[in-house]
Structure formats: C-alpha cells, structure tokens
C-alpha cells in the first residue's frame, strides 16, 4: 500500500506559478513510476506528466510542455510538480499517483494513462483566475 497526500494548490493570477507536492508514505516509493493528473470541473481525469522511478523518463502532455516540471526525491518520499506561466485552463483539481505495477517497476518504465496507477492522493485544487 502507498499512501498519497498532496499539498501545494491554491487561487493564481494568469502567468503566475505555484509548486505542488505529494509526499508518499507505506511501501517502498523509490520503486514506482509516479504521475500527476488533473480533473476539470465537469471533464474527465487527464494526464499532466509523469515520472520513472529512477526519474530517467519523463513525460508530459502536450499543453504543459515547456512549463511544468516533474521531479521525485525518492530519499524524501517525495514528487512535486513545478508549474509556471500559469493558464486560467489550467484550472483542475490536482492528483499525485502512484504505479503498482511490477514490470513497469523494474523495468524502469512510465505509463501516460490514468487507468494504470493504483494509489491515488485526495487531490488539490489549482485555480487560475484571467
């Protein structure tokens, strides 16, 4: 079991910047490919970015490439989420993620759907006012 715990959102003007972070507890984080995924109000669950377990691949979706910034500390139990040049659509509440899967594991790999990580933080809100 991994348990998930956010912290970091909050209300921003257009072009300004906030920094999330998931502190993991349980088993042994080092070994999950971990991801950050958002919810708009009324839309589905999307992909954001996500991280190996060794951080050796990353990925990010094609609207918050070049501003968001994944990072894991695995001595900390830790995955954070840099995000500048804030857009009001990037207005969602905010899901760290973890990735049970063995092979993925030790393989060293990343999965971009949501359907794949099994331990789910409780979210955090990221509003972007205009």
């Known amino acids: 079991q991994v348990q998930l715990v956010e912290s970091g959102g909050g209300l921003v003007q257009a072009g300004g910047s906030l920094r999330l972070s998931c502190a993991a507890s349980?088993?042994?984080?080092?070994?999950?490919?971990m991801g950050w995924f958002r919810q708009p109000s009324g839309k589905e669950r999307e992909f954001v970015a996500v991280?190996?377990?060794?951080?050796?691949?990353?990925y990010y979706a094609d609207s918050v490439k070049g501003r968001f910034t994944i990072s894991r500390d695995n001595a900390k139990n830790t995955v954070s989420l840099q995000m500048n040049s804030l857009k009001p659509e990037d207005t969602a509440v905010y899901y760290c993620?973890?990735?049970?899967?063995?092979?993925?594991?030790?393989?060293?790999?990343?999965?971009?759907?949501?359907?794949?990580?099994?331990?789910w933080g409780q979210g955090t809100q990221v509003t972007v006012s205009s």
């Open positions: 349980g088993r042994t984080f080092s070994t999950s490919p």
């Open positions: 993620a973890a990735d049970d899967d063995r092979w993925r594991r030790v393989g060293d790999s990343v999965s971009r759907a949501y359907g794949d990580y099994d331990y």
């Open positions: 991280i190996s377990r060794s951080g050796g691949m990353i």
